[in-house]
């Protein structure tokens, strides 16, 4: 998918040209390696390395014919290379060409996926120390829990994306393998030293064992690890937006000048582009499910995990590029709001301090159960009548009876929540 996502190095990769070029280097090598067994002249190898060449326009052209492209990439190369070209793809079969070069394609694309992925860390992390202390309210069920600081909502997401890196670093690894095997990987034809030689030069390894194809779990391993990748981008994102919501807006992406954010509405803000990653996070994870299902193939292979893999190779790569790269500068110019994070803060009256409450009365000798009922009691008053939960603590004589007022005063403690901060950033940054 070549389109307004594509940052142009990224899109690059996926143009005919290059495409083709990955071919004509995996046939060049292969040639070079029957040269030194003997199975090629010299003479013939140095005429194909100095005149193979190829038009786009030309393989596609001579496709509208043969209906087979690599037949006529090496139509339009034999036009070029002249007599010797009865050498080159000699004992080879196209899948030897095309599985070969989509591992360069791939591999190549993963590189500049994973240095994308470490230029977010470094921004997540620079973020995550800058607002290491700064207090806010966490929240499960999307209700308000207790204390927790911004920086460790970034800790939290530095962490995951280390795990994204060592599974992109893995889907690259399993990608990087090569072959040249022939037509149903018995090397008839060709032996398994020119395999060798040509994946070697190549950057790659050559498969233990391939059939026709290079088995296509590594491919759902490398779509799968770029989905879940996607999907981390994605959860950030989502968070994000609900920071940027009017009733909460403790965090908005940057509105540049000029921006707008709305056709009808002037005021608006829009958090449109961690919008634009929830979107494309989709598409990503519906690719992983097409590179699963491309992995039961009749026999030895047939051809149709081809068709999809010419969709899901750019369009995955691509838009997790994007995505990358997109998410980098969102959070770099994240604007945070810690006077509107307080303010959230103190929006239920004291409410968020309940579990220590719970924890003081058991430690002063109550039941928890009856700890319990106390604390809640004096909470639901809280919703119900907007009153300040220390004022009603206070009022309550059943509980006096267990808690003098310095204790309930030391309830209502931010530091309690925060002691363990700076061993948690230990764990998760050294």
């Known amino acids: 998918m070549i389109s307004r996502y594509t940052r142009p190095q990224m899109g690059r990769i996926w143009e005919p040209e290059n495409r083709f070029a990955k071919w004509l280097e995996v046939e060049i090598a292969a040639c070079e390696a029957m040269a030194e067994q003997g199975m090629i002249p010299k003479s013939s190898l140095e005429n194909i390395k100095k005149k193979a060449n190829f038009s786009v326009e030309r393989i596609l052209e001579i496709e509208e014919r043969t209906k087979h492209d690599v037949v006529a990439f090496l139509e339009n190369v034999a036009e070029y290379v002249g007599p010797d ?6 004992g080879l079969t196209s899948s030897d060409i095309l599985d070969t070069s989509f591992a360069m394609l791939l591999k190549e694309a993963m590189e500049m996926i994973i240095e994308g992925a470490r230029g977010l860390m470094d921004v997540i992390r620079e973020r995550a120390f800058e607002h290491k202390y700064t207090v806010m309210i966490g929240r499960s069920h999307g209700i308000h829990a207790e204390p927790i600081t911004f920086g460790l909502k970034l800790a939290v997401w530095y962490s995951e994306m280390r795990r994204n ?21 018995t090397f008839a034809n060709v032996s398994p030293a020119v395999e060798a030689y040509v994946c070697k030069k190549l950057g790659l390894k050559p498969a233990e064992i391939s059939t026709q194809i290079l088995q296509r779990d590594r491919h759902a391993q490398y779509f799968t690890s770029l989905a879940i990748f996607a999907g ?7 968070e994000i937006r609900h920071l940027q ?19 009808a509405m002037p005021h608006k803000k829009n958090p449109i582009g961690s919008e634009n990653i929830a979107g494309l996070a989709r598409l990503v994870r519906s690719n992983a499910i097409a590179a699963m299902e491309n992995m039961p193939l009749w026999h030895e292979r047939d051809i149709s995990h081809s068709s999809v893999e010419r969709v899901i190779g750019p369009d995955s790569t691509i838009l997790v590029d994007f995505m990358t790269h997109r998410l980098t500068r969102i959070l770099k110019n994240l604007v945070v709001h810690p006077e509107q994070m307080e303010t959230n803060l103190n929006k239920l009256k004291g409410l968020i301090f309940s579990q220590q409450l719970l924890l003081k009365l058991s430690e002063a000798g109550l039941n928890r159960q009856k700890a319990y009922d106390i604390v809640q009691r004096n909470a639901l008053k809280v919703w119900d009548t907007g009153k300040d939960f220390k004022s009603l603590l206070l009022e309550d004589k059943e509980l006096r009876k267990h808690l003098t007022e310095e204790d309930i005063d030391g309830v209502f403690s931010l530091d309690y929540h925060l002691k363990h901060v700076d061993e948690i950033f230990d764990r998760v940054f050294t």
Do not use: C, D, N, P
């Open 165 to 185: 890196l060592k599974r992109l670093e893995q889907a690259l690894e399993v990608i990087s393998y090569g072959k040249l095997s022939g037509a149903v990987g």
């Open 245 to 263: 919501r009017t009733e909460v807006l403790e965090a908005e992406e940057a509105f540049e000048k000029g921006q707008k954010g709305s056709s």
């Open 85 to 90: 070209s009865r050498f080159i793809h000699m």
């Open 232 to 238: 981390t981008m994605e959860k950030i994102a989502v």
